[in-house]
C-alpha cells in the first residue's frame, strides 16, 4: 500500500485525525458513513473541521475498503476457480469443499494481518514517535477532491453552509446558551466633569450655571454624554482581537490557552435550483459574492456572522467551541452566546494504542487461529454487511448522486409538481460527529468543558464592558445583566451531569447528529 504525505495542514498529525483514521479499519458502518459524507455525497459542503484532518480519515477510509474489497475479489475469483476445477474433473466432490473452507480462511487472514500492520506502524501512538499525519495513495483520492476538501473544511471562504435546522454544524452538541439585550445610553457625565463643563462655559461664554442645574430630584444625573457611533462590525473585531490576546498572546506562558482559536465566520443555508443538465461541478453551494451583505438579515438566503471562539484540549480529542453574535436594533444592544462541545471520540478507536508494536510469530498465530474460529460468521457478515450499510450505488462516469430538498405541498391542484428542482448543498455533519462518544471518557474532561466556557464567558463580558466604556455607554444596564449571567447555575440549562453529554433542557429542539428541520423528511 503506497504513502503520500500530507501537506502541512491544520490538525493533520492531532490525535483526533490519527484515531478517527484508526476507526475507519475498525467500524465498518463508520467507514462507509466517512465514503458516503465526503466521496459520494460531494455536491454537498463539507462541514467545518475541529481539531482534525478530513482528508486523511478519507483516505484511510478509502485504504480500508480497498482491503475488503481485495478480499472479496479474492474469494469470488477463488470461488470461481474451484467451480470451473469441480466441473472439469481436476478436483473432487469432496476436496471442492475443503479448498472453499481453506479459501474463506486464507482470504480473511490476509486482509487482517494488512489491517493489523497498518494499525500498528502507522496509526499506533509509539513512544518518542510522532503521527506524521500521512496516508494511502488511492485512485479515487484525486488532487482536486483534496483541494475541495481543504478548502470547505477550512471554511476558506469565511462562510459555512450548513443543510440542517442549526447553523453551527460539525461542533457538536449545544450543551449551554444565553442571550441579553441592554439598552444603549449616553453614560451619566459625573460631577466631576459638571464641574468642568461650567468651567469651560463661564471662560468660552461667560454664562454662569446654577448649582444643581443638570439634576433631577432624587439626585438622578439629568446630562448625558453623546455615545461615540459603533458598528456592529467594529464590535465583533475588537471582541475577537482581544480575546485572542488576553487569553493567548499577551498571556503569560503559564497561564496561556495554546489551543485557542478565534475565528470570525458566517452561516448560511445553501438551496439550489438545479438545471437538466449534467452537474459536473463538485459543490453546488453559492459563492460569497451570492449572499446578501446585510448583518442578520432576516431572509432565508441571508447569511449571519458569528465569532467562533475554540478551545482544543486533550490533543483535540475534546473540542468546546463558543459561539458569539451581536446585533443592534432600537438602540439596543443584543448578544447571543451558544456553547458546543465535541465530546471525546468512540472508546474502540482507542484500541489502537492498545495493539502491540510489531506482528510477532505468536500474534500471527493467535490471529489463524481466530480466523479459523470465526470464518462461518466473518463469511456471513463479509456478505451480509453491503446490505446492512447501504452501501452507494457506483457513480457513473461524469456525474454525481444529488439528493433533492423534498416539496412540501398541501395546495389545492398540487401546485408542488410544477416547481423548480432544489437541492439542499450544505453540511449536515462531520466525519468527527460521526465518532463521537455519547458520555465522557474521564471526569476531568466534563469539568475541562465547564472550565473554558466560563472563562470565555467571562473574559467575553469583561471586553464588551471595556468596549462600550470606550464609546460613552452607560454601564449600569451591561453591569445588572452580567452579574445575572455569571450567578446562574451552569447546571440550569447545559447537559452536563454524570458524565452524559445528551441534549437537556434548554428550550430548542433536539441536537443530534441526524436533527432536521420541522417537516424535512430524511433521504440520507
Not at 443592534?328 to 458546543?340: A, M, Q, R, V
Not at 510489531?358 to 474460529?373: C, H, I, N, P, Q
Amino acid at each position: 500500500m503506497s504513502t503520500a504525505t500530507v501537506p502541512r495542514r491544520d490538525h493533520a498529525t492531532s490525535k483526533a485525525t490519527r484515531l478517527l483514521s484508526a476507526g475507519t479499519y475498525l467500524d465498518p458502518l463508520y467507514r462507509k458513513s466517512v465514503i458516503k459524507e465526503l466521496l459520494t455525497n460531494r455536491f454537498r459542503v463539507v462541514a467545518p473541521s475541529y481539531g482534525y484532518d478530513a482528508v486523511s480519515v478519507l483516505a484511510h477510509a478509502l485504504a480500508a475498503h480497498r482491503l475488503r474489497r481485495n478480499q472479496l475479489l479474492a474469494l469470488g475469483g477463488g470461488t470461481l476457480a474451484i467451480l470451473v476445477l469441480t466441473v472439469s474433473g481436476v478436483v473432487g466432490f469432496v476436496v471442492a469443499p475443503l479448498l472453499f473452507v481453506w479459501l474463506v480462511w486464507a482470504t480473511a487472514y490476509l486482509r487482517r494481518i494488512a489491517t493489523l500492520q497498518t494499525l500498528m506502524t502507522r496509526l499506533k501512538d509509539h513512544p518518542g514517535g510522532e503521527f506524521d499525519g500521512s496516508y494511502p495513495a488511492t485512485r479515487r483520492l484525486t488532487e482536486g477532491l483534496v483541494r475541495k476538501i481543504d478548502h470547505e473544511q477550512s471554511s476558506g471562504s469565511g462562510t459555512v453552509f450548513y443543510g440542517r435546522y442549526h447553523p453551527f454544524v460539525g461542533a457538536g452538541q449545544l450543551v449551554h446558551e444565553w442571550s441579553n439585550a441592554e439598552l444603549l445610553l449616553g453614560a451619566p457625565i459625573g460631577a466631576l466633569e459638571r464641574s468642568a463643563g461650567r468651567a469651560a462655559a463661564l471662560a468660552v461664554g461667560g454664562m454662569e450655571i446654577a448649582p444643581g442645574f443638570d439634576e433631577l430630584i432624587g439626585g438622578e444625573p439629568r446630562e448625558r454624554k453623546d455615545i461615540i457611533p459603533f458598528t456592529v462590525a467594529e464590535l465583533t473585531s475588537y471582541v475577537a482581537t482581544r480575546m485572542t490576546a488576553d487569553l493567548h498572546d499577551d498571556a503569560p506562558e503559564d497561564e496561556r490557552i495554546t489551543s485557542l482559536t478565534v475565528e470570525r465566520r458566517r452561516y448560511a443555508r445553501a438551496i439550489r435550483e438545479l438545471k437538466k443538465t449534467k452537474h459536473r461541478a463538485w459543490s453546488l453551494a453559492p459563492a460569497d459574492d451570492e449572499l446578501p451583505d446585510v448583518h442578520w438579515d432576516d431572509e432565508y438566503d441571508s447569511a449571519r456572522e458569528y465569532l467562533c471562539v475554540r478551545v482544543g484540549s486533550w490533543n483535540q480529542e475534546l473540542v468546546t467551541s463558543i459561539f458569539v453574535g451581536f446585533d443592534i436594533k432600537g438602540n439596543t444592544l443584543h448578544t447571543e452566546f451558544y456553547t458546543y462541545a465535541l465530546a471525546p471520540l468512540i472508546e474502540s478507536f482507542h484500541l489502537v494504542d492498545r495493539l502491540p508494536d510489531s506482528l510477532s510469530g505468536r500474534l500471527m498465530w493467535r490471529v489463524a487461529r481466530d480466523v479459523a474460529k470465526g470464518a462461518p460468521r466473518d463469511l456471513v457478515r463479509l456478505l451480509v454487511n453491503p446490505l446492512r450499510e447501504r452501501l452507494p450505488r457506483r457513480l457513473r462516469k461524469g456525474r454525481f448522486l444529488v439528493e433533492t430538498a423534498p416539496v412540501v405541498d398541501y395546495s389545492e391542484f398540487r401546485l408542488g409538481r410544477y416547481v423548480t428542482t432544489t437541492a439542499n448543498c450544505g453540511a449536515r455533519t462531520s466525519v468527527r460527529e460521526m465518532a463521537t462518544n455519547k458520555t465522557f471518557h474521564h471526569f476531568f474532561q466534563e469539568s475541562d468543558t465547564v472550565k473554558y466556557t466560563q472563562i470565555v464567558e467571562r473574559r467575553l463580558l469583561k471586553i464588551i464592558r471595556d468596549f462600550l466604556f470606550e464609546h460613552n455607554v452607560d454601564l449600569d444596564d451591561h453591569d445588572a445583566r452580567q452579574g445575572d449571567i455569571l450567578n446562574q447555575h451552569f447546571g440550569d440549562n447545559n447537559n452536563f451531569g454524570s458524565g452524559n453529554l445528551s441534549v437537556g433542557n434548554v428550550g430548542r429542539q433536539s441536537l443530534n447528529n441526524n436533527s432536521k428541520a420541522p417537516g424535512e423528511k430524511r433521504r440520507d
